[in-house]
């Protein structure tokens, strides 16, 4: 079965400093990753996904992640954060032979941006 | 107008009642799915349905049942709530590409807190 892991519960960092969220996944077979994020007192919005080819996606609001076949991982970077950015955020992994998208996801980790 | 809407947004009821969560999509899409959310444990798949008369159990479906009553309108009903089911419920759509790569689009969720 597949697995995904957040190593970070919480990272804070201050405002335009980089920084890095971590996911780990766990499968056998090929995947499909995925972050989402998630505003205060929202529902969750897709930030990026790897299907195949470049390892390296970018996404919207700056950020991009990087697949890692040999270490299963798929980080989560943005070389300089807003303030705006304090959100939680998600991985998340789907079985592409399964025919359609069934989500398994991360314990989220909350980035806190600070002035 | 939001694409996916919940209601209610917030609902206190307590042990033992019978409580529906409501949802509705404009974006035209086939597939539509329940999550709950835990702090701790991220979001599980609760039922999912790939249309009107196709609906499907999920990782977490003891407890829940749910009704699609048209291809905009997916309902989640606790028939006897109990106090573990206090969470953030949210309702996602994705269109039907046939692919694990459609993206899923969420709605802003349901706080229910079963006393």
């Known amino acids: 079965a597949q697995s995904v892991t957040q190593l970070d519960s919480q990272v804070p960092v201050f405002e335009e400093a980089p920084v890095e969220l971590r996911c780990n996944y766990s499968s056998s077979v090929s995947v499909y990753l995925f972050w989402y994020v998630q505003y205060p007192n929202q529902g969750l919005q897709l930030l990026l996904k790897?299907?195949?080819?470049?390892?390296l996606v970018k996404g919207i609001n700056g950020f991009e992640a990087e697949f890692n076949k040999s270490q299963t991982s798929f980080h989560l970077r943005k070389p300089s954060v807003h303030i705006s950015d304090t959100a939680e955020y998600f991985c998340?992994?789907?079985?592409?032979?399964?025919?359609?998208?069934?989500?398994?996801f991360g314990t989220g980790t909350r980035l806190l941006v600070s002035p | 107008d939001a694409d996916v809407t919940q209601t209610p947004r917030n609902r206190i009821t307590k042990t033992g009642k019978r409580i529906m969560l409501e949802c509705s999509q404009t974006k035209g899409h086939d597939r539509m799915y329940w999550y709950r959310q835990d702090p701790g444990l991220g979001l599980r798949l609760i039922y999912y349905?790939?249309?009107?008369?196709?609906?499907n159990k999920g990782e977490i479906s003891d407890g829940y049942s749910v009704s699609r009553q048209a291809q905009a309108k997916f309902s989640l009903s606790l028939e006897s709530a109990i106090p573990n089911q206090t969470a953030l419920y949210f309702c996602?759509?994705?269109?039907?590409?046939?692919?694990?790569?459609?993206?899923?689009?969420f709605g802003p969720g349901t706080r229910l807190t079963v006393l």
């Open positions: 996602a759509t994705s269109d039907m590409t046939g692919l694990a790569t459609d993206t899923q689009y």
């Open positions: 790897y299907l195949s080819g470049s390892t």
């Open positions: 998340a992994v789907s079985d592409p032979n399964t025919g359609f998208q069934k989500l398994v």
């Open positions: 349905s790939f249309d009107v008369k196709d609906i």
